[in-house]
């Protein structure tokens, strides 16, 4: 399958150039990690750094100590605190020729055997790269059959995941065919269609320390480990690793490099296998 995207989809009806946190801001930050499950010191400052004042607009407050002090009256403020300060960049299909071989290769090979593959999109954000999968599994008639997962440490980011609404830009590396497949329109944005919504499950998890139970036969986490500090990043690999089935496959972004894990090998561009023993 060559991935031909669908194109423009028609609608239906300050910077801080310091690379350092202050101590100041080192605490605020340290507290509202803490307070979401996260360390702070898993992620890289500068990027952090560079969101703070997206989080101070978000609350409509003059400072982050502000942020903080929101957050301790109103807790239900920390999804938009977290949503602000972690960054989810994704989309269908990102990645076209990821894709290609997911679809040529890898998931034919997962449907052929006996039990129904284990799907995991790690880091899922709102959800477009598991429902790109879904959409794969589902071309093949292997749905019904496959159990298909989505976690992420952000609240806002699965609740979008869930409603599986989207705008027409989301969709500008959709196969043509698969518009009308799988998505409804609904006023100015296209929804996933129900019983694609009904076959995902969407969980709030942190990769870093949560492992979700069983063998995995795909795991995808794509583009997390670069907003992570070296250290976190081979944790993540080593816990992704442990997760995957025998022959299980491992997706990543295309500058990632799962360092530390002996155990798998490239078959493709940005895709991993596990070794069978």
């Given amino acids: 399958m060559n991935f031909t995207s669908v194109g423009p989809v028609a609608a239906t009806g300050a910077a801080a150039s310091d690379e350092h946190l202050s101590a100041d801001e080192y605490d605020c930050l340290e507290s509202l990690f803490q307070q979401a499950g996260l360390d702070i010191d898993d992620y890289r400052f500068e990027t952090i750094k560079r969101r703070i004042p997206a989080c101070i607009r978000a609350l409509r407050v ?20 977290l949503g602000t ?42 959800g477009p790269e ?21 976690s992420d440490c952000r609240p806002d980011a699965l609740a979008r995941a869930r409603e599986g609404r989207y705008e027409p830009c989301a969709l500008k590396n959709l196969p043509q065919a698969f518009l009308p497949r799988y998505f409804q329109a609904e006023g100015v944005e296209w929804r996933v269609h129900p019983y694609l919504r009904a076959i995902t499950q969407w969980r709030a998890g942190n990769a870093l320390t949560t ?11 794509r583009n997390m480990s670069i907003y992570l500090q070296s250290g976190a990043a081979v944790r ?40 069978r023993s």
């Fill in 211 to 221: 492992q979700e139970p069983g063998a995995w036969n795909l795991i995808l986490c």
């Fill in 236 to 275: 993540l690999w080593g816990l992704l690793e442990n997760c995957l089935a025998p022959g299980g496959y491992l997706v990543l972004g295309k500058a990632e490099r799962p360092h530390g894990c002996t155990g798998l090998t490239q078959v493709a561009p940005c895709v991993y296998r596990r070794h």
């Fill in 85 to 126: 300060l972690v960054i989810g960049v994704t989309g269908f299909f990102r990645d076209p020729a990821v894709f290609d071989v997911l679809a040529q290769s890898v998931v034919p090979r997962l449907l052929s055997q006996k039990n129904g593959p284990r799907i995991w999109s790690a880091g899922c954000s709102d």
């Fill in 130 to 150: 598991l429902y790109s999968v879904a959409m794969l599994v589902a071309e093949r008639g292997g749905l019904q059959r496959s159990t298909l997962l989505g």
């Fill in 62 to 81: 003059g400072s982050l100590s502000a942020v903080r002090a929101a957050v301790q009256a109103q807790p239900e403020l920390l999804k938009t605190v």
